[in-house]
């Protein structure tokens, strides 16, 4: 016996074995005085079994092999190079295999000279009994495994060999059946249909035939050579059961569970009575099952007259309102199935495995394969490719699939060989997992062991699996293309204008003229808007004009068309194109600022991406931005980009529903507070460095914090001289600053400008743009008015010296909560100023009852309650000293200086009033206060709030504003 230390290095580990190798007895291959092979045709074979999945197991059943069928074999194997890697690779892979040529020792000689000379099956066509057919099948198999070990035939065409193998087993397990049972193959005809991996032909090694059975009785459906169909099928089912019983005992179980009403219904059925089932009865998974449908034995006319007849039911399957839900029920059931111990290892069923990749094919077939009939094949990875040449699967992506899927499926095919058992788990037994990994070809090296490297592949593509599984099979866009008619999806000119005129286009023949440019053409581009379109019409048509929304997206198309992420961000990113058409079609001033900034679409992948940004956030963002460019114009042209951005950001999570009108405010005051620190900290260099304090206090809706689409940035100038420096220096110094803050904010831009408004200062327009904090003191002291201490309670720091706003706002402290609240003649000044307001602000023409900002019930006259309670108790009610009005409104009500309900009815109102402010800013694109009482952009609010009718929420609009202002008129009374 040699020693084991010398054979290590040709991969043996079993010393039991190696006596095989030497001896009279044995292969004679390797020397034992020498330790050495014996010659170079041994040293070969040596070299050969080392790469066998299981040397030791190779060497031990050729060893078998030659003392069965002769040293012939010996002789051979040392000298035929093919049959060498052939033999040796059965041998090593299967015990099974190995057995079986043993036990007939002639049939070795199969895996001797030309291989592919044949088409698998070839042998088992005319085996006319049982034991001849499961010979040929036996040497057929073989020929298939040899090929598929030596690298003859990769992962397709093997599953295509063992498919065409399997179909011709069925035609001759038929024909020995009618043999058998003439008569009832006198009486009816019978098609075999392949369902499952033998309908898509990527058969395993050990697998399950599912089939379908159909049957006629001859002469007809109708039985014209007298043959009643009820005979028909009972010869039929004959037939069918011995094929069933022949192909168990030859090769494999043929499970016929697929048919109608499962291992319940009848085993043959008429095509008349298939088509009455599938239309009644027939739940989304048998559908998806029928993509796999294809005739494989017996008579095939038959069988392809029953697929044709089965079409059109197969293709509307999608359109059922729980299609999508089903099948990925379906999917999560089969998960959940696993027993906990084998989840993980399961490369079929389990997450990440072979049942991923095809549920994911075949809901994309279902839905797309409706219009588009280049999807319909029962193959998975034709299927995939069609769906990657059709643009309705990424490039990437699909080619990781593909990848995945061969890999899997050789893992697959791997296991099942060892013992022909069918199997899908991998094993978790260290020497069976390196018998695995050495199947695949995995061999160590000087990184990791055979088993590692394979581990690696593994879970590489498991995870790859995981992602592409979930971003497709859960791909909102899916249940919005289902839900769209079957010839609704088919673009042709003149199906398209009539859907047009059908759903609501004002101008069909324009809207056609969009569509004809967006999807013209034969390019991934052209293939994937042919995909979008269907859906955004159907998402531009619930809008009030969805010409708007289509043109909008011919705009952004064009700008973004030709950039390789934007068309795939809307077929694959989650809901990114049905948020894209509802934005489109309800909102220019979304549109205008995705113009401008199309790299902006991003931001509706992510749920989290449509959170607004802490003004902490904002402030270093728009910091660096201006930090980048040196030229102070270019510099705050960046800090403006990066407004928009953000603009967008708060804009489409308003109109998607994510934020409420308070959390709006927020935001949009944060981004005005952000823009005027990094502006202020590009024009006040020059005069920080001097060492004059500046700082910018916000006023109106930005102290507030409740900033509107449209609002300006009211604001106060206050600065402080250093000492030393006049006060006419520093006075000048403070006012280049002032007014190139609001010059370099004003600037044409393609993005919105920013105004900065500083009329509420002492003396208005006529004072000074930029005062001392000590000039600020003595107009307070000697010359303001009340309304001047009324807009002092929304005074806030929003930018430049944090010190100096703070002493600000001490001084503003003593005007807006004085010692002892109001006289008697302040609220009186008051009262006139608001009626004033009331009968002389309000525009020329405007409905007083539906002006959001001056109208009956409007921001104004909740504002103007509140802030006089703020002035009359601020002094004694701390909780009222807050710049924000529905905060202050609360603790009126906690105070008990209002009543609840008088408190609810206001704050419903402004919520109201400055949502539908907001919105008609977002829907006509420029600020508007007027609600109109009829018209697009009524219908536009509506259907924001919630897509009730446009006359009922006018209705309900009217009647909270009618009852908020009846609660300021009683509270305005009583003082």
């Known amino acids: 016996m040699p020693p084991a230390g010398h054979l290590a290095r040709f991969g043996f580990t079993d010393d039991a074995r190696s006596s095989a190798l030497a001896g009279p007895e044995g292969l004679r291959l390797w020397d034992p005085e020498t330790r050495r092979p014996t010659d170079d045709d041994a040293a070969t074979l040596l070299d050969t079994l080392y790469f066998a999945a299981d040397p030791d197991l190779a060497l031990f059943q050729l060893h078998r092999l030659v003392e069965a069928a002769g040293q012939e074999v010996r002789d051979a194997v040392l000298t035929d190079r093919s049959l060498r890697r052939r033999l040796i690779g059965v041998l090593g892979v299967s015990a099974t295999l190995g057995d079986l040529l043993v036990a007939n020792p002639a049939e070795w000689k199969e895996l001797q000279g030309e291989q592919n000379h044949r088409p698998a099956g070839y042998a088992t066509r005319d085996a006319s009994t049982v034991p001849l057919l499961r010979s040929a099948y036996r040497r057929e198999l073989l020929r298939i495994v040899a090929a598929d070990l030596t690298g003859a035939a990769d992962v397709d065409v093997t599953m295509r060999r063992l498919t065409e193998l399997a179909d011709a087993t069925l035609s001759a397990a038929l024909a020995i059946a009618a043999v058998e049972h003439p008569t009832s193959a006198g009486v009816c005809t019978l098609s075999v249909v392949a369902m499952g991996k033998c309908g898509g032909r990527e058969l395993n090694y050990v697998s399950d035939v599912d ?12 039985g014209a050579d007298g043959v009643d169909v009820e005979v028909a099928m009972r010869a039929g089912s004959t037939l069918a059961a011995r094929l069933m019983e022949i192909c168990g005992f030859v090769a494999w179980p043929v499970d016929a569970a697929l048919r109608p009403e499962g291992s319940r219904g009848a085993l043959v059925r008429t095509v008349a009575s298939h088509l009455a089932y599938y239309r009644k009865w027939a739940k989304t998974w048998e559908f998806q099952a029928l993509l796999k449908a294809r005739p494989a034995a017996g008579d095939l006319e038959l069988g392809a007259r029953w697929l044709q007849e089965l079409q059109p039911l197969i293709w509307s399957a999608a359109e059922r309102p729980e299609a999508v839900d089903e099948v990925r029920a379906m999917r999560r059931r089969i998960v959940e199935q696993i027993p906990r111990t084998e989840v993980d290892r399961e490369i079929k069923r389990g997450p990440g495995g072979l049942r991923d990749i095809e549920f994911a094919v075949q809901l994309l077939q279902l839905v797309h394969g409706r219009a588009d009939e280049t999807l319909r094949t029962p193959t998975t990875i034709e299927g995939l490719r069609a769906l990657i040449e059709g643009g309705y699967v990424g490039l990437a992506d699909g080619e990781a699939l593909l990848r995945a899927y061969r890999f899997l499926r050789t893992v697959e095919h791997r296991l099942q060989l060892q013992r022909l058992r069918r199997t899908h788990t991998v094993p978790d037994d260290p020497a069976a997992l390196r018998w695995l990994a050495h199947a695949l070809g995995y061999r160590p090296n000087a990184a ?61 023949a324009g809207a056609l003229r969009h569509i004809e440019a967006l999807t013209g053409g034969v390019s991934r581009t052209a293939a994937i808007q042919r995909q979008l379109l269907p859906v955004l019409l159907s998402e531009f048509a619930d809008a009030p ?37 509802r934005l489109l079609a309800l909102s220019r001033y979304v549109t205008e600022l995705l113009v401008h900034d199309p790299e902006a679409l991003r931001l509706l992948a992510d749920d989290a991406e449509l959170v607004p940004r802490t003004a902490a956030q904002l402030a270093t963002q728009f910091a660096a931005a201006a930090a980048r460019h040196d030229d102070p114009e270019t510099a705050i042209n960046a800090v403006r980009a990066s407004r928009r951005r953000e603009l967008f950001r708060i804009a ?79 006075s000048g110094l403070a006012l280049t600053v002032a007014e190139d803050l609001r010059r370099l904010l004003a600037r044409p831009a393609p993005d919105p400008p920013l105004g900065v408004d500083a009329d509420l200062r002492p003396e208005g ?12 003191q003595q107009y307070y002291a000697r010359w303001s008015k009340v309304w001047e201490a009324q807009a002092l309670l929304r005074a806030r720091h929003v930018a ?31 009262r006139r100023i608001k009626a004033r307001v009331d009968s002389e602000r309000l525009p020329r023409g405007a409905d007083p009852a539906t002006h959001t900002k001056l109208g009956r019930g409007g921001l104004a006259d909740v504002e103007w309650t509140v802030q006089l309670l703020q002035l009359l108790h601020g002094r004694t009610v701390p909780a009222l000293r807050t710049t924000r009005t529905l905060s202050a409104l609360a603790a009126a009500t906690e105070a008990a200086l209002i009543e609840p309900a008088d408190a609810t009815a206001m704050q419903s109102a402004w919520e109201q009033a400055s ?39 006018l209705d309900e609009y009217l009647r909270v504003a009618r009852r908020a202002r009846q609660a300021v008129e009683r509270i305005f009374d009583a003082h």
């Open 545 to 581: 004009e969805p010409d708007r929304g289509l043109l909008a997206y011919r705009q952004v198309s064009d700008t973004l068309g030709n950039t390789p992420w934007y068309l795939r961000l809307l077929r694959d990113e989650g809901p990114v194109a049905l948020r894209l058409a």
């Open 211 to 222: 089939v379908v059975f159909v049957a006629e009785p001859l002469g007809g459906a109708e």
């Open 800 to 830: 430049g010296s944090v010190p100096l706003g703070e002493r600000f706002l001490e001084l503003a402290d003593t005007m807006r909560f004085p010692d002892g609240g109001l006289t008697r003649d302040q609220i009186h000044e008051i």
């Open 652 to 730: 489409c999570a308003d109109l998607l529903g994510f934020l409420d009108v308070s959390a709006v405010g927020v935001a949009l005051s944060a981004v005005i507070d952000a823009t005027l620190t990094a502006t202020l900290g590009v024009t006040a260099v020059p005069a920080v460095d001097r060492g004059l304090h500046f700082t910018v206090i916000g006023m109106g809706r930005l102290g507030g914090e409740e900033t509107s689409y449209p609002s300006d940035a009211d604001v106060l100038f206050v600065y402080e001289p250093p000492p030393g420096m006049a006060d006419d220096a520093a």
């Open 448 to 508: 990791r062991d055979a088993v590692e490297s394979f581990r690696a592949d593994w879970v590489r593509h498991a995870q790859e699996v995981r992602r592409l599984h979930a971003k497709l099979l859960y791909r909102p866009l899916l249940e919005a293309v289902a839900r769209v008619p079957s010839e609704q999806l088919r673009l042709t000119a003149t199906a398209a204008k009539a859907r047009l005129e059908l759903l609501g286009f004002a101008d069909p």
């Open 915 to 953: 949502r539908v402010r907001n919105l008609l800013t977002l829907v006509r694109g420029r600020a508007t206060d007027q609600l109109p009482r009829q018209g697009p952009d009524l219908a536009a609010v509506a259907r924001i709030l919630g897509g009730v009718e446009p006359q009922e929420f």
């Open 765 to 776: 327009r006529q004072g000074p743009l930029v005062r001392s904090l000590y000039a600020y």
